[in-house]
C-alpha cells in the first residue's frame, strides 16, 4: 500500500510540472495614422493559450489615463483565444502619440502591448488674417 500512495503522491505533485500555460499573442506593437477629427483609436490584440493549462488574466493597466483597456474572457483555457480591446481618446493631443498596456498573468507572465498613433493637426490657415484690399484701394498702391 505504501507504494501505491508514494506513486499517487508523486504523480500529483509531478502534474503541475507538466502542465503549463501559454498565453500567445498575434501582435503585440501596431502603427496607425489618423485625423485629430477622429477623436480616437479603437486597437485589437489577439490572444491564444497554446499551453495545457488555463490562464487567468490578473490585471491589465494602461499607461495613461487616456486610453481604457479590456479583455474578452479573464479565464483562457487551453486552446481558447480571446481578444484585448483598447481604446485611445485623443483630447487635444496632435503628432505622435505613443501608448502602452501591461498585462500580468497568473502564471508570472507580464506582457506588454503597443502601439503608436500619428495624429495630424487640424488644418491650420497661415496667416491667421487676410486683409483684402477695395479695387479702389489697390489703384493707390
Not at 15 to 28: I, R, T, Y
Not at 72 to 98: C, D, I, M, Y
Request: overall charge positive; some cysteine; aromatic content about 6%.
Amino acid at each position: 500500500m505504501g507504494t501505491v500512495r508514494a506513486m499517487l503522491l508523486s504523480a500529483t505533485l509531478l502534474a503541475p510540472l507538466g502542465a503549463h500555460a501559454a498565453l500567445e499573442w498575434e501582435n503585440d506593437y501596431q502603427e496607425f495614422e489618423r485625423k485629430a477629427s477622429d477623436g480616437s483609436l479603437e486597437v485589437r490584440y489577439v490572444y491564444r493559450n497554446t499551453g495545457n493549462a488555463p490562464v487567468v488574466i490578473k490585471n491589465v493597466e494602461a499607461s495613461c489615463n487616456c486610453t481604457t483597456a479590456e479583455v474578452t474572457r479573464l479565464v483562457v483555457n487551453p486552446g481558447e483565444s480571446g481578444e484585448l480591446r483598447a481604446v485611445f481618446a485623443f483630447g487635444k493631443r496632435v503628432g505622435l502619440q505613443r501608448k502602452a498596456i501591461v498585462v500580468e498573468t497568473d502564471d508570472g507572465q507580464v506582457k506588454e502591448l503597443r502601439f503608436q498613433v500619428k495624429i495630424a493637426d487640424r488644418v491650420k490657415v497661415e496667416p491667421a488674417s487676410l486683409v483684402w484690399k477695395k479695387e479702389r484701394d489697390r489703384k493707390s498702391t
